[in-house]
């Protein structure tokens, strides 16, 4: 079921109501210039609720299947963009009585929520910086070079010392 484009979520969180639904592709022109290639759509469930201090508590999460370039071998690799969050939303005008640092705030200029520009938003946030294959499935000829690399990091700092003690 497509999630609807604009919403109240005040009305919603004053009914504790929870969306779950898709986002269709063409709704994510902004994720598709961002090299990224959509086949399907996003998938995303919120939760609304009126917190203590009496603020509108948006809580859900967003992902989507999606391919992008393997900076390796340059070839499409699968991606998934996963995005989770707990929000406040408020007005410009009630802002300055939320004094609650560690949830992000939301702020709406009218009353409604453009729900698929903000969960489009989420997934722009989320995107890896790059792109890999895992190496056995990469086309690209360095796996060597990429396992020395893999060594390399599973070795940590301890390792070191032991064998200084040595
Ligand atoms: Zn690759």
């Not at 949830?103 to 997934?123: N, Q, V, Y």
Request: negative net charge; contains cysteine.
């Amino acid at each position: 079921m497509p999630l609807p484009a604009q919403i109240d979520p005040r009305k919603l969180a004053l009914a504790s109501s929870e969306l779950a639904g898709e986002l269709p592709a063409n709704r994510l022109c902004r994720l598709a210039s961002a090299e990224v290639s959509i086949k399907e759509p996003a998938r995303a469930i919120i939760a609304f609720n009126i917190d203590e201090s009496g603020f509108t508590l948006m809580t859900g999460s967003v992902s989507l299947q999606a391919a992008a370039q393997c900076q390796r071998c340059l070839n499409d690799v699968d991606i998934c963009i996963e995005s989770e969050f707990t929000l406040t939303v408020m007005s410009k005008e009630n802002e300055c009585l939320w004094n609650d640092k560690l949830i992000d705030p939301l702020i709406m200029e009218k009353g409604t929520l453009d729900l698929h520009h903000f969960l489009e938003d989420e997934l722009i946030l989320a995107l890896p910086i790059v792109s890999y294959h895992e190496t056995e499935k990469c086309t690209h000829n360095l796996y060597k070079l990429a396992d020395i690399s893999n060594y390399c990091v599973t070795r940590g700092p301890f390792d070191i010392l032991s064998q200084l003690k040595i």
